[in-house]
């Protein structure tokens, strides 16, 4: 009897085994992973498309953006704020990121370019032919990035002051904190002329007008690099992610926002 008792409760707890096993397994699948990405945001358009199209084959995963000046994010990161993944608008910031040791150099990529332009309110950007035009009484008020935390500002900055105009604007210039306040100061007409990247200006050529793009022998090339924050606690996911952002497909989408693939050394 007791033999019987025994081979009873063995029994029993085996099924218990097998139920909570099957529970576990029902819980790891049905659990959500939130992956946040600090980006650029120049980058928010082309995005906030993708959010869409990758949770909808990626169902256990859900995108959250941070965007904003890659200055900024690169401070946020440095503090820990949550990310597993930073998108920059310069090498500058995914650098000192990697020289900290918060990405592996392994990890990092150049994913896209883009080009600086200058853009006005709608209707005004044939009188401003050339840069050299910005110092004309047409132009009262031109907006930039803050050059320290705002690469599309930074590469302003070089721009201007290649040409020799830097010192001579500082009384009309108005800094912004990313690339899309100085699109909203154009688009409202607060300001008379901005510098943007081109991907912002295609994304507004309704309210705004591309009067030129900058020279671009007279800044950096720039560059959008790629990382995996090394302190993720998602790193199967994220890396999924990773590498989806470099296939033939993410890149089209980029393209149809107007960015560049970086030429190959």
Known sequence: MNEMKRKAFALMMAIVMVAVLAACGKNSADTKVELTISAAASLTDALNEMKT???????GVTLLFNYGASGSLQQQIEQ??????????SKKNMDALVEKGLIDAADRVNLLSNELVLVTPEGKGDSLGSVQ?????????LAIGIPESVPAGAYA?????????????????????????????????????????????????????????????????????????????????????????????????????????????
């Open 80 to 89: 820990g704020a949550p990310a597993d993944l930073f998108l920059s608008a």
């Open 53 to 59: 199209s990758y949770e909808k084959e990626h169902p």
């Open 157 to 265: 900055k070089e721009a201007l002051t290649n040409a020799g105009l830097w010192d001579q604007l500082q009384e009309k210039s108005v800094q912004a904190k990313d690339v899309r306040q100085v699109l909203q100061y154009v688009e409202t007409g607060n300001v008379d002329a901005g510098f943007v990247y081109r991907t912002d200006a295609l994304q507004a050529e309704s309210k705004t007008d591309i009067a030129f793009a900058a020279d671009p022998d007279s800044y950096a090339s720039i560059l959008y690099p790629i990382g995996i924050i090394k302190a993720t606690k998602h790193e199967k996911q994220v890396r999924e992610l990773y590498t989806y952002l470099q296939t033939e497909e993410a890149l089209n989408l980029f393209v149809k926002y107007g960015f560049s693939l970086p030429k190959q050394p």
């Open 133 to 141: 035009y910005l110092l004309s009484d047409s132009v009262k008020k």
